[in-house]
């Protein structure tokens, strides 16, 4: 626990971390704003001034609210959050922290255990917050046919997927950034996943293997439905589960191989 409380204040301290966060906290506010836009267009009929996909103005009131609690934060948390991850995480190679870190804490599990937990508690935090400023704007400026279909457990809901969501692709990210030890190839690698995973690009080189990636094989868990012959709800959270697990488990084994391999040679 003490060292989970370190390695928190390590990640506060650092002005790249809070100036990542308004950052993010700025893209979420104007993603908000412009989904309300377009929801209150499509409420009062405006669609002809929109350019909207077929299936945007088919979903229903309760879908489209539900997708504007889903949208902003999802975008935030889940597209930006884990190349900012990679950046705070890397200075504890770029400025020598890590030596020092082990000259406080020997045990190398103690130090891997605190940076998994803080990342996990950073980054549910900040899916949180993003959500409740989302929602907060949505309850404020929704129309209110479809304010009736905003409440707190749906709110909620939503915003327990994202967080699962959200620890997986930092872990991810931290799982990156202990294997390049730089924070350019790591973010360079994070980059490039989502742009392969949305361009759409796998799904016409290999369906089963885009449905391996979160983005897409996870869409359905996000979202709360299956659309256009996507995987399904559990099969999305189960992925997201293993992922996470599979990745917790490759960090134990490569800092333990590197412990073993430095008392051999030291």
């Known amino acids: 626990m003490k060292n989970i ?23 979420s506010v104007f993603f908000t704003f412009q989904n309300i836009q377009v929801i209150n267009a499509i409420a009062n009929g ?18 489209t609210v539900r997708d504007a609690i889903l949208s902003s934060p999802y975008q935030s948390s889940i597209l930006f959050f884990p190349i900012l991850f990679a950046l705070i995480l890397s200075t504890e190679y770029k400025f020598g922290q890590e030596s020092f870190t082990k000259l406080l804490t020997p045990k190398w599990q103690t130090v891997l255990t605190g940076q998994i937990c803080s990342g996990i508690i950073v980054s549910s935090i900040l899916t949180v917050v993003l959500s409740l400023i989302n929602s907060a704007m949505l309850y404020a400026m929704l129309d209110e046919t479809l304010q009736n279909y905003l409440n707190l457990g749906l ?19 931290m799982f990156l ?90």
């Open 155 to 173: 709110v909620l809901e939503v915003t327990l997927r994202i967080i699962i969501f959200s620890i997986t692709l930092t872990l991810l990210s």
């Open 5 to 27: 409380s370190s390695e928190l204040y390590k990640i506060f301290s650092l002005p790249l971390f809070w100036r990542g966060v308004a950052i993010l906290i700025g893209i």
């Open 177 to 266: 950034v202990k294997i390049t030890r730089k924070p350019i190839p790591s973010v360079i690698i994070i980059v490039s996943i989502l742009v392969i995973t949305l361009s759409g690009i796998l799904r016409i080189v290999s369906p089963t293997l885009e449905n391996l990636f979160p983005l897409t094989g996870a869409k359905s868990f996000a979202f709360g439905r299956v659309e256009n012959n996507n995987p399904s709800e559990m099969y999305g959270l189960l992925l997201l589960l293993s992922q996470a697990s599979i990745v917790t488990i490759m960090m134990y084994i490569k800092a333990w191989y590197k412990n073993k391999k430095e008392k051999k040679h030291g």
């Open 46 to 63: 405006n669609t002809e001034i929109l350019i909207l996909e077929d299936t945007t103005s088919q979903l229903t009131e309760f879908q």
